[in-house]
């Protein structure tokens, strides 16, 4: 799968501190391209895989404005919002900072589309990451240290499983890309062989940006650790099966 790295050139520091950059994993250039053509493969991978609707892009426009909602937020009142101070729409959430449900939720996924494309995200909101805890089990502070990088909030609107195969054959591939916004401002969007999974169980995994502060080493992506949980799950089955 093709990777890319778009770093978004703001025109004073200023600027590039309320918004960040936008990755796509791979190569960093100067200029953005058109809208949605470097993570086009990612989401209808050479026509193997139904086509993923819409355009992280809608999700990147809706990241920058809450970056500077929450950066804006944390100097006047000295922490990050509550969730229910950020959804409430009927007052500025900072100073000259007003959002909009399409700063909180993604309209790509309130589409007839969408809908039919069998997502896995069950309703339009952006995942709220912020109140969580790191990897390592740590709660994510309000002002992360230099060099540190929490992801605050992301979607998975761009993001399906699908089975190929069938009988001992058959797997389950995961496509399409993830967007996440980072406590550094940072919005990436991801392909599923540039994101990692992180074991939690025997037969389970965590979806996490191969960045994120506080991830262990040695971590693979996301399909790799997904065929090693089924390949145990069958040998276990057949392990089983010889008693």
């Given at each position: 799968?093709?990777?890319?790295?778009?770093?978004?050139?703001?025109?004073?520091?200023?600027?590039?501190?309320?918004?960040?950059?936008?990755?796509?994993?791979?190569?960093?250039?100067?200029?953005?391209?058109?809208?949605?053509?470097?993570?086009?493969?990612?989401?209808?991978?050479?026509?193997?895989?139904?086509?993923?609707?819409?355009?992280?892009?809608?999700?990147?426009?809706?990241?920058?404005?809450?970056?500077?909602?929450?950066?804006?937020?944390?100097?006047?009142?000295?922490?990050?919002?509550?969730?229910?101070?950020?959804?409430?729409?009927?007052?500025?959430?900072?100073?000259?900072?007003?959002?909009?449900?399409?700063?909180?939720?993604?309209?790509?996924?309130?589409?007839?589309?969408?809908?039919?494309?069998?997502?896995?995200?069950?309703?339009?909101?952006y995942e709220f990451n912020?109140?969580?805890?790191?990897?390592?089990?740590?709660?994510?502070?309000?002002?992360?240290?230099?060099?540190?990088?929490?992801?605050?909030?992301?979607?998975?609107?761009?993001?399906?499983?699908?089975?190929?195969?069938?009988?001992?054959?058959?797997?389950?591939?995961?496509?399409?890309v993830i967007v996440g916004?980072?406590?550094?401002?940072?919005?990436?969007?991801?392909?599923?062989?540039?994101?990692?999974?992180?074991?939690?169980?025997?037969?389970?995994?965590?979806?996490?940006?191969?960045?994120?502060?506080?991830?262990?080493?040695?971590?693979?992506?996301?399909?790799?650790?997904?065929?090693?949980?089924?390949?145990?799950?069958r040998l276990n089955s057949?392990?089983?099966?010889?008693?």
């Amino acid at each position: 799968m093709r990777k890319y790295l778009i770093s978004a050139i703001c025109v004073s520091a200023g600027c590039l501190a309320c918004f960040g950059r936008v990755i796509l994993s791979g190569r960093r250039v100067g200029v953005r391209p058109e809208p949605a053509g470097d993570h086009r493969f990612a989401l209808n991978p050479g026509g193997i895989f139904p086509k993923i609707p819409g355009d992280p892009e809608t999700a990147v426009r809706s990241f920058r404005h809450l970056y500077r909602a929450m950066i804006g937020f944390r100097t006047n009142r000295g922490r990050l919002p509550a969730g229910f101070e950020l959804k409430d729409l009927s007052r500025p959430i900072a100073p000259g900072i007003q959002l909009t449900i399409d700063d909180i939720s993604c309209s790509d996924a309130k589409t007839p589309e969408f809908a039919a494309s069998r997502p896995e995200t069950p309703g339009p909101d952006y995942e709220f990451n912020y109140r969580g805890v790191r990897p390592n089990g740590r709660h994510k502070p309000a002002f992360p240290q230099k060099g540190e990088k929490d992801l605050w909030f992301s979607s998975k609107h761009y993001k399906r499983t699908m089975a190929i195969g069938k009988g001992n054959n058959a797997r389950m591939v995961n496509y399409g890309v993830i967007v996440g916004l980072f406590s550094d401002g940072d919005i990436q969007i991801r392909s599923m062989d540039q994101l990692v999974a992180v074991r939690h169980w025997s037969n389970g995994m965590q979806i996490r940006f191969p960045d994120e502060t506080g991830l262990p080493k040695g971590l693979l992506s996301v399909n790799d650790t997904w065929q090693n949980l089924v390949d145990e799950a069958r040998l276990n089955s057949r392990n089983q099966y010889q008693r």
